[in-house]
């Protein structure tokens, strides 16, 4: 094992307990760590739906554990269970796979053991993946670089490590990153809330930014990387990710900035020619509206709340997954890249 490894790495937040699944609850955070218990299909279903867990690689991963909760109670159980699970939430692609892959497994007779062996396995390759690609992202970052991410995608967006935030733990450790930015990510806060908790709990000195200083910061010339993670990639290098990471990719390519997307192989979908075909989900206008309960803006105001955009593959310099890394991200070097073992 490296510095990597081990080095910037405390937390996880999805664990099974045997007979249940214990999620860090992140709507939360940093506030309160409490954690939600899940006795159900359905019990990980609406944590996912109200974003308990969230995150690509860790929604898989839950919706695996929620696919043995159901068969603790009977196979007949299955099919409905996993069709609820699929509903969640339908931007993030390792939803589907992860569910396809259980999926896969009941139509080969596993029990109860093998599902959980199975769910298991789906969550600690996942833990393996985002150490392989720190490794590998890291090295494409110059020394005394300062990298700015956006949202959160480290331990609480997967099994642990994580992806984008897992190439800064590396990058740290490795004496690569000198200076590490984080947008706030509005309006669930997830970098404000999370990504800082996740660094400075983990002894990583950070920065907190309002998303609208971040074309500024690039300009002061502080940024050499933005690196963010994906909850969908397109054959073609389109990236979906959290809304905002778009005009950050934009801005990015004006300054001379290079943009990196780390994500692991299960979110590239094949399926999907590009990046015009990604479903994008649109939430409750509410969550603009107001935070935490409490209305800010004026009665009657409208608002409009996608949770996700896209970002073409001609603005990512890098896509880097636990396969390797693809420079200059076109259909040809994706399918490069997935055809390779």
């Known amino acids: 094992m490296t510095a990597a490894d081990t080095a910037h790495d405390s937390i996880r ?19 309160q760590e409490q954690y939600l218990d899940c006795r159900s299909a359905d019990d990980v279903t609406k944590a996912i739906r109200d974003l308990a867990v969230r995150g690509a690689p860790a929604i898989g991963i839950a919706a695996a554990w929620g696919v043995v909760l159901a068969a603790q ?9 996993s069709a609820r699970l699929r509903a969640a939430r339908p931007t993030a692609v390792n939803l589907m796979w992860a569910l396809d892959r259980m999926q896969r497994a009941i139509d080969a007779g596993a029990d109860l053991a093998a ?9 600690d390759e996942d833990l393996a993946a985002n150490r392989h690609m720190g490794e590998l992202g890291a090295a494409l970052i110059g020394p005394g670089s300062g990298v700015l991410t956006h949202c959160n995608t480290g331990s609480l967006a997967t099994a642990g490590f994580g992806t984008a935030l897992g190439v800064i733990r590396a990058g740290v450790a490795a004496g690569r990153i000198a200076r590490v930015f984080a947008g706030e990510t509005r309006p669930w ?16 000195d950070a920065t907190l930014i309002a998303d609208s200083a971040a074309s500024h910061l690039m300009k002061s010339g502080q940024v050499q990387w933005v690196i963010v993670g994906a909850d969908r990639i397109a054959a073609n290098g389109d990236t979906a990710n959290k809304i905002g990471t778009y005009q950050l990719a934009i801005s990015a390519r004006h300054h001379g900035v290079r943009f990196m997307v780390v994500a692991p ?3 590239i979908d094949l399926a999907t020619a590009r990046g015009e075909d990604i479903e994008i989900e649109l ?15 004026v ?11 896209v970002t073409p593959a001609s603005l990512i310099d890098a896509i880097v997954t636990e396969r390797g890394a693809v420079e200059r991200p076109d259909v040809a070097r994706m399918s490069t890249l997935l055809g390779a073992r």
């Open 115 to 123: 599902l959980t062996r199975e769910a298991q396995a789906i969550q």
């Open 299 to 309: 009665a009657g105001a409208k608002a409009w709340n996608p949770v996700f955009d």
């Open 283 to 297: 939430r409750t206008p509410d969550e603009l509206l107001g935070h935490a309960g409490t209305r800010s803006v």
């Open 73 to 81: 109670v009977g196979r007949d159980e299955l099919p409905a269970a």
């Open 265 to 267: 192989t299960s979110t």
């Open 13 to 31: 937040a999805v664990l099974w307990q045997g007979d249940h699944l214990r999620l860090l609850d992140q709507r939360l955070l940093p506030m």
């Open 189 to 204: 806060l997830q970098g404000a809330r999370l990504t800082m908790w996740e660094l400075l709990r983990d002894g990583i």
